[in-house]
Each structure stands twice: as C-alpha cells, then as structure tokens.
C-alpha cells in the first residue's frame, strides 16, 4: 500500500538525510521497509528564530499494515493519492486556433492543444529569445528603449524576466502539469515538492525556448514580431481572422488572447470592437530594496546564515479600512530591480531574480491598492490610462531618462528630499527624486503610513539600507475581458480571453493554468470529452493577483 506521511518535522541539515532512515525513525522498523520513497513537499518553518525547521511530506510503499491518522509528535498519515494521467483522445473536429502571447497563459495553452492533437498558430509581438535578450541588455546598459521587445514583450511573456516564482494559491489540479513541464525542459525538480517553488529568470529563458521547439516539433507554428492589430468577425460577431499589423490575414475559427497586461494597444482595438469587459481594481507603489542580510538576520535570527537556509522572503501587510491596504508584493530574495518599461515616455520597475538568488540584495513590490473609483472615469480603459499617467510622471522625475526615480525610505517617510542614495542594484541608473511627484497622494500616504508597521513586523525594514525606486504600476490588469462558462467572450463567439492580461491570473503558474482550462474548453468545443482531473471550477478571483 502506498501512504503519505505529512507534517514531519526535520532540523536544519537534517532534509539532507536518507529519507527511508527518517521514516524508520518516525514510524519504526528498518529503512528497508520503506520503499519507493518521494519527497512530496518541503517548507520552511521560521515562526520560532531559535528553533528554525523544515516540515515535510513524504510519500512511500509499506509492505506491513499501517495506522491511518494522528501519530505520536503530530505526524499524520494517510493513504497517498494516486496521479491521473494527462494523456488525452483527440476530439473528432480540430479547429483552427490562433494563440496571441508566447507568455504562460498562451504557452500552456498551446501545449495542452497539442495533446488533443490541435496544431495552433501562436503569435508573438516581440522577437525570438536572442534578439529579446539583447534588446533588454540595451535599455539596462545604454538606457535605449525599444517597445517591441523589452521585459514585457517578446518570447516567454513578461514572466520570463521575473523571479520566476511558481508559488499560488489557486490548488488547482493543472498546477502540477504545469510544475511537471518546466522540470521536463530544464528546472530543478525541487519545485516539485518545495512550498515556494522558484525557477529563476536565468533557467526559465532556457526552458521557454526548449518548451517552444518541443511545441513547434509537434506540430505548432510560432510566429514572432507579429503584433495582433485587427480582428475580423461574422455577421454574427463570431471571430473568423487575426490580422496583423502588417496586414497579413489568418483566418481562423479560435483566437485566444493571451496578450499580457502590458498590451496596451490590444486592449483598445477590443475596446473599439465593443469586446466585453470590466475595469478591476489592481495596485500601485514602488519597489523597496534592502542587503540580503539584513533580511536574512531579520527572519532567521540566530539561525541567520546556516548553509540550509534559503534567501529569506518576507510577506507584509498593513490594513487602513475602507477598502485600503499596503503590501509587499512579489518579493525577489536575492533578486535585482529592473527596468521594464514597454511604452516610450514611460518608466516601470519590477523585481527579478536568477535560480541562486545570490545578488547579494531583497527587492519586494511596496504597493497600495487602486480601486475603480480612483481611476478618475468610468472608460472601461480608465485605469490603464491611470497606469500610464504615472508612468509618464516617472519619467519626468527620472529627468525624462528610463532611470528610476529614488528616495531613501527613511526620507520618504519624513517627506524630505534624498542627499544620498543607499546602494541598489538598479540597472540603468537611480535618480534622486521626490517620490511624492510620480505617486498619487493616497498611495503615497498609505505606503508612508505602512512603513512604520513593516518595520516594526520585520526589524530594519526602513533602516538608512533600504532605497525605494518608483514606479510600480504593472502588477495586475486593471481591466478583466468577460467570459461565459464556456471560457468564451461572452459578446464575441470563438473568441477566449485568456491569463493575466485578461484578468483572470496574477502569475506565472495561475496564469498557465488558466492556458490550460482554455485549451480544455477549446477541446471539448470541438467535441472532446471533460477530462476530470482539470475540471475543478476556478473563481477568476483566486487565480488573479496570487502573489
């Protein structure tokens, strides 16, 4: 019989050791009694600094009868799940499908298509890997923008160049497809049973090249530099062709749109074609970077620097009432601030890391939440415009350059201007600025008010260390395309909004997920079966802002 054994505490080093001699010594009996033994999931308990441990969960088959239930020292056993296969039975039609967004949403999409034996079309605005690499290189050495391939457009989507985290909380049953996946094409096979996987943006470049050759072997068709500019539509308002901005026509019967929140231009040809959505609130802030250590001595304690430890992360929240929060968001240990700007005039700052989080700096989002009312008009684009107007306040600030506007924390916290900066890893450059001018006064006012609950939740949060970097504007969509229980636009048939962009995803993992409930309906459309293990129904709500 197979069993799982959950909650089993382990010491700092001790995750290393045999895992059949840890269950001989938890359960009894010899290691050898214990075959076939999977570590299933591994997280960090760090609420006690003195007594820093692992918790586990361990998968294995006994030959001898087990007690089922609470065991001594508040283990639990059970028996362990099995698997469902993922392969399925192509549907007897196999529509044609056009896929806009190489990101997550659409290469996940395209994957889970390609099981049922449908061959999609997927278009990309920005270039091939290479090219996108060496463009962004440009905007960080040289501070040249190109709007067609920077971190938010081109191969991979905008998660590409990210932390790379595939943390969620939507506990959808596609999550571990999509875990599965990025081990086949290149990722450590750790996130498979880590609480907080984390790939990197070094190692999920490589896997979303592999990922695309393996698609484009099995039958799929990328097209890169191939902007989405127009649709065309029946009589009916049923999709029949994307056209491109050079006014090359492919007709098809599906087109999802996977386009990322920062497809602005996307966003208005919908509009103009009366496609239904909704605005959404989203959030807005800086981002906040500090030494690694200091954080590593703030959550570890004593335990700081022991060799089993990871960078430290941190989660922070402060509630103000009347729909009013500030709070970290998209945390990068050992990560950079990056300059990912896509609109020219217009400066964004993220957060990335590479798989070893070894940068030697913390980074997280400090944002506020922006509420529809805030966006200054009832345009269903409102808030993107709101978005941008910011943006564009930040560029003026940074001296109408595509550095990133900088204030002390503690500067900011007093409202004076910064003399110094504190040292950050901000490519291409901080300017010294006041913050105070590329920020609307209510986010303004609830980070400030923030700040001093953070420090007291997380000693030297606001310490003369840490530097805050202007703007972050782009973490979620502010609009949510609509669609009915068949994943389609509820005013345009054939047509299936589809991940972050479209408002129904905060991540990478919540966003490839929602790629392949997607391909699902796609499937079943065209006469394919449920398949049961992805049919678990997902609230749009728990799949968006996840980090």
Same mark, same amino acid.
């Given at each position: 019989?197979? &069993?799982?054994? =959950? #909650? !089993?505490? *382990?010491?700092?080093?001790?995750?290393?050791? #045999? !895992?059949?001699?840890?269950?001989?010594?938890?359960? $009894? @009996? *010899?290691?050898a009694d214990y075959q076939a033994v999977t570590l299933e999931r591994r997280s960090l308990d760090a609420r006690h600094k003195g007594a820093i441990r692992f918790l586990v969960a361990i998968s294995f088959d006994a030959d001898r009868n087990l007690t089922l239930g609470p065991q001594p020292g508040g283990l639990k056993l059970d028996p362990a799940s099995v698997r469902a296969p993922c392969a399925v039975a192509a549907p007897p039609?196999?529509? =044609?499908? +056009?896929?806009? $967004?190489?990101?997550? %949403?659409?290469?996940?999409?395209? *994957?889970?298509?390609? #099981? &049922? $034996?449908?061959?999609?079309?997927?278009?990309?605005?920005?270039? %091939?890997?290479?090219?996108?690499?060496?463009?962004?290189s440009g905007l960080w050495k040289d501070a040249v923008l190109d709007a067609e391939a920077n971190a938010q457009f081109g191969e991979g989507g905008a998660g590409t160049f990210s932390d790379g985290k595939l943390t969620t909380r939507i506990g959808h049953p596609a999550t571990r497809y999509v875990l599965e996946a990025f081990v086949r094409f290149g990722a450590n096979p750790r996130i498979l049973y880590l609480a907080k996987p984390h790939v990197g943006t070094d190692v999920i470049r490589r896997c979303a090249v592999l990922i695309r050759r393996s698609a484009e072997a099995r039958g799929a068709q990328y097209r890169f530099q191939s902007r989405l500019a127009e649709m065309r539509f029946d009589v009916l308002g049923r999709v029949r062709a994307a056209v491109l901005a050079s006014g090359e026509e492919i007709p098809c019967e599906?087109? +999802? *749109? %996977?386009?990322?929140?920062?497809?602005?231009d996307t966003f208005e040809m919908l509009h103009s074609h009366g496609v239904a959505m909704r605005q959404?609130?989203?959030?807005?802030?800086?981002?906040?970077?500090?030494?690694? #250590?200091?954080?590593?001595?703030?959550? &570890?304690?004593? =335990? %700081? @620097?022991? !060799?089993?430890l990871p960078a430290a992360d941190y989660k922070l929240v402060c509630n103000f009432g009347l729909n009013r929060a500030a709070y970290s968001f998209c945390m990068c240990p050992g990560g950079q601030v990056i300059q990912c700007s896509s609109e020219p005039g217009g400066v964004v700052v993220n957060g990335m890391s590479n798989e070893k989080r070894d940068s030697g700096f913390a980074n997280s989002g400090l944002?506020?939440?922006?509420?529809?009312?805030?966006? @200054?008009?009832?345009?269903?684009?409102? $808030?993107m415009y709101f978005q941008r107007k910011w943006e564009q306040a930040a560029f003026s600030a940074a001296g109408e350059t595509y550095g990133a506007p900088a204030m002390a924390v503690q500067d900011f916290v007093k409202g004076r201007a910064s003399g110094h900066l504190p040292r950050t890893s901000f490519k291409p450059f901080a300017v010294a600025a006041d913050l105070r001018t590329c920020l609307p006064d209510f986010v303004r006012e609830q980070l400030a008010g923030a700040l001093p609950t953070f420090d007291r939740k997380l000693h030297g949060f606001t310490s003369r260390e840490a530097i805050l970097l202007a703007i972050e504007s782009r973490t979620s969509s502010p609009i949510q395309l609509l669609r009915g229980e068949d994943g389609q636009s509820v005013s345009h048939p054939g047509l299936y909004p589809c991940g972050e962009g479209a408002g129904f995803a905060g991540g990478i993992t919540s966003a490839a997920v929602d790629g392949i409930r997607v391909a699902e309906w796609i499937a079943q459309s065209?006469?394919?079966?449920?398949?049961?293990?992805?049919?678990?129904? +997902?609230?749009a709500g728990d799949l968006a802002n996840e980090y």
């Open positions: 019989m197979r &069993y799982l054994l =959950s #909650d !089993l505490p *382990l010491n700092l080093g001790e995750e290393a050791l #045999d !895992l059949a001699k840890v269950l001989a010594h938890a359960l $009894g @009996g *010899l290691s039609r196999r529509p =044609s499908v +056009v896929v806009v $967004g190489s990101g997550p %949403a659409g290469t996940f999409c395209a *994957l889970r298509l390609l #099981d &049922y $034996g449908i061959e999609p079309i997927v278009l990309e605005r920005g270039p %091939a890997m290479g090219e996108r690499v060496k463009a962004i599906v087109l +999802v *749109l %996977a386009p990322g929140h920062s497809a602005r959404k609130p989203f959030a807005m802030g800086v981002r906040v970077e500090h030494p690694q #250590d200091l954080i590593d001595r703030s959550q &570890y304690g004593p =335990s %700081a @620097g022991h !060799l089993s944002v506020a939440k922006v509420n529809t009312a805030d966006f @200054g008009g009832e345009h269903l684009l409102a $808030g065209a006469g394919a079966p449920v398949f049961q293990p992805f049919e678990k129904h +997902v609230r």
